[in-house]
């Protein structure tokens, strides 16, 4: 049995244990849906990422996402109706084991920092190819945070050098 759980932990970048998981998923985003329905089927485990629901809206996504109960959210940052950033601070209020993974078009500061608050578990920008998205969502599944490459240090300063009339600095 150890033989076998090394072998598949060889096989998959996450550890053997995760690369057993399998991610429920709600998308908000019609186009991350698409993106990750193809890169899930032709990934080396088409089976392990499930979109249980989708939405159009974020009052749709707050009726869809606790009835699906999937174990990631993912969530557009900007909508019409609100954000997908609204949606994750409501969703994560009341339903803590559901992951948020917020995609955007935007490199925006405030966004990001947003999300980060609202408990997000990941922030990505929407450019990122679909087998990166998949990846992006197992590790989310396993309880990793998750931030674009392009994003992390705008955050890592942030930090480090907080504003005075920031609210998030205190």
């Known amino acids: 049995l150890a033989s076998a759980m090394a072998a598949a932990a060889a096989l998959h970048p996450l550890d053997a244990?995760?690369?057993?998981?399998?991610?429920?998923?709600?998308?908000m985003d019609a186009h991350a849906a698409d993106s990750l329905r193809s890169a899930a089927?032709?990934?080396?485990?088409p089976d392990d990422l499930i979109i249980v629901g989708e939405a159009a809206t974020a009052g749709e996504a707050l009726r869809r996402i606790p009835a699906a109960a999937p174990d990631v959210a993912l969530l557009d940052?900007?909508?019409?109706?609100?954000?997908?950033?609204?949606?994750?601070?409501?969703?994560?209020?009341s339903h803590e084991n559901i992951r948020c993974l917020i995609l955007t078009s935007y490199d925006d500061d405030e966004a990001l920092f947003a999300a980060v608050m609202a408990g997000?578990?990941?922030?990505?920008?929407?450019?990122?190819?679909?087998?990166?998205?998949?990846?992006?969502?197992?590790?989310?599944?396993?309880?990793?945070s998750l931030l674009d490459p392009a994003v992390t240090e705008k955050l890592l300063?942030?930090?480090r050098n907080p504003v005075e009339a920031d609210p998030l600095a205190s």
Do not use: H, M, W
């Open 41 to 45: 089927l032709a990934a080396d485990d």
């Open 17 to 27: 244990f995760e690369a057993r998981l399998v991610a429920r998923i709600v998308a």
């Open 120 to 144: 997000a578990s990941g922030y990505l920008l929407k450019q990122i190819g679909g087998n990166s998205l998949v990846e992006g969502i197992r590790q989310v599944t396993a309880g990793r």
């Open 77 to 93: 940052a900007r909508l019409p109706d609100g954000s997908g950033i609204d949606v994750c601070r409501e969703i994560r209020s």
């Open 157 to 159: 300063n942030r930090l």
